[in-house]
């Protein structure tokens, strides 16, 4: 059997799902039997393939930016997972939207600026008038709610989803597993 392809993806959010997603260790060298690490903020790739079996995806779409980048992601993913609470609800990214992207631009780079007070337009992307889950921009395969998920619930549904064993997340995420 030849190993799946898998990407992992960070939007807006805060690298937990991708710290809890190293937190499975040793069990990281059994699933690297039967997977390969193509993309991801923790390997050195610059550029998404063009073909990928599975993308696990963390983080709300907040700029143009990542709007761009999950539409890509979805274009060549078999299979998208949306990992964690704020690719699969917003979560805490989201808690600017009834602020709004110009105040807290305003507040980040003009009112708490001590010098140069400015409001970045090339490094700092475009953000979207509101932030919003993966899901209402692209189709998602797989929900694994968790802020972040556990490294158990990364391990029982990627060996699930990879071996094609049948897969509840539910009971995954119920007791916190």
């Known amino acids: 059997m030849s190993k799946l392809k898998v990407a992992t993806v960070w939007l807006d959010g805060c690298s937990g799902c991708h710290m809890s997603f190293l937190d499975m260790d040793e069990r990281l060298l059994k699933l690297a039997e039967l997977i390969d690490i193509v993309y991801s903020p923790i390997v ?19 700029s143009v930016d990542d709007e761009v980048k999950i539409k890509k992601v979805r274009a060549h993913s078999k299979m998208l997972i949306a990992m964690g609470d704020c690719a699969v609800a917003g979560n805490v990214p989201s808690m600017r939207n009834p602020i ?14 001590d010098a140069q ?27 694994l709610p968790g802020c972040p998920p556990s490294a158990d619930t990364f391990y029982t549904a990627l060996t699930a989803l990879v071996t094609g064993a049948p897969l509840d997340i539910s009971a995954l995420t119920r007791f916190g597993a």
């Open 44 to 62: 050195d790739a610059k550029i998404f393939p063009d073909e990928v079996d599975i993308a696990l995806v963390e983080g709300a779409v907040a």
């Open 100 to 113: 709004g992207p110009e105040k807290i631009l305003d507040r980040a780079y003009i009112e708490n600026a």
């Open 117 to 143: 007070q400015q409001i970045p337009c090339v490094v700092v992307p475009k953000l979207l008038k509101i932030v919003r889950p993966i899901h209402e921009f692209v189709t998602v395969d797989v929900f």
